[in-house]
């Protein structure tokens, strides 16, 4: 199938192509933007784009050159896709080091040279800094995509030597008509409504939420951590649970659902929340926590974000933010 940008995603499309066809690309982009608003999907449209030997006048790849059948087969020698093996995982220095090798060959299809890294921020320092001399002599016919959806961990000098494509919030009447066409099953529209607000308006984590149970999931581990707040579950157990949804989703559930509490605290009713579906439990909570102990546990959950991409142990991590929650209730009372 042709790699194809989201419907979402024209304005953004036509400004790349154009610039590229207008030979104004810079050598290294960074795409930021929320998880799931399909920043890696715009990315391989626009590298097979770039690659295939006779592009549509949009811009697409064809689909059938002898260039897409590489791309499609994933042994296209001049593209170098580097993520981690695991989500949640580091990518490995060496794969790093070896981005400068690679561009210091020719294109053996084209004139160009493609490096793709996501997440970006799964660079460790070392790493980081083998990539920083490539940006900082970038042969004349490399192009390197970083992507990030959390540009803040990228070290400054990263961020500074790429030129940044920021992926704004999709419309949400784009997101709900691209979710019922992808969602097989007829979904009813209050159903599309809502997985899209779980997920902050981005379709594809929206998407990835039905597909995986996501809805039923989030309501057992939330039963687990209010469980934990009050006394009833293992927060050992609980991190258990909450470990296998992987420390970047872990961390993101964790915090949206400490601001609703904090928002429920200081609020004056009727509050507006994010995650209104967990209403009920948040509200019983509420009133055993203290505003001062959530904006710390906010902050723990935070800082344990900023590593949680391979240089923290998930299942560590996670038990020490359950454990911290199960104090915090203890000293609420
Ligand atoms: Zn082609």
Not at 189 to 195: E, G, H, R, S
Request: overall charge neutral; some cysteine; aromatic content about 6%.
């Amino acid at each position: 199938m042709t790699k194809a940008p989201l419907p979402w995603q024209t304005p953004l499309w036509d400004g790349l192509i154009s610039r590229f066809r207008a030979g104004s690309l810079p050598h290294a982009l960074l795409f930021t933007g929320s998880v799931g608003y399909g920043k890696s999907v715009l990315a391989e449209a626009l590298i097979h784009g770039l690659l295939c030997q006779s592009p549509t006048d949009d811009g697409v790849a064809c689909g059938e050159c002898q260039s897409c059948n590489l791309l499609m087969a994933g042994t296209h020698p001049d593209l170098m896709w580097l993520e981690p093996e695991e989500a949640g995982k580091a990518i490995p220095v060496d794969r790093i080091r070896a981005v400068g090798e690679f561009l210091a060959l020719k294109g053996q299809y084209s004139d160009r040279q493609v490096v793709f890294i996501n997440p970006a921020e799964a660079m460790n320092r070392h790493a980081a800094n083998s990539l920083l001399k490539t940006l900082e002599e970038p042969s004349e016919d490399a192009l390197l995509i970083l992507i990030s959806s959390q540009p803040s961990l990228l070290l400054p000098t990263i961020r500074s030597r790429c030129q940044q494509v920021v992926f704004p919030q999709p419309a949400a009447q784009v997101s709900e008509a691209w979710l019922q066409a992808q969602l097989k099953n007829a979904v009813e529209p209050a159903t599309i409504k809502n997985l899209l607000a779980l997920s902050n308006g981005a379709p594809l984590a929206a998407q990835a939420l039905h597909e995986t149970g996501g809805v039923a999931v989030r309501h057992d581990l939330a039963s687990l951590w209010v469980g934990v707040a009050e006394g009833r579950a293992d927060p050992l157990v609980c991190a258990k649970q909450w470990s296998e949804l992987g420390l970047p989703q872990a961390t993101r559930w964790l915090s949206s659902w400490v601001m609703d509490l904090i928002r429920l605290k200081s609020g004056v009713d009727p509050v507006a929340i994010t995650n209104g579906d967990l209403r009920p439990q948040l509200q019983k909570l509420v009133g055993g926590l203290e505003l001062k102990q959530l904006f710390a546990y906010l902050a723990q959950i935070t800082e344990t974000a900023r590593w949680a991409n391979g240089q923290l142990n998930a299942q560590l991590a996670m038990e020490d933010l359950m454990v911290s929650w199960s104090r915090q209730r203890t000293v609420a009372k």
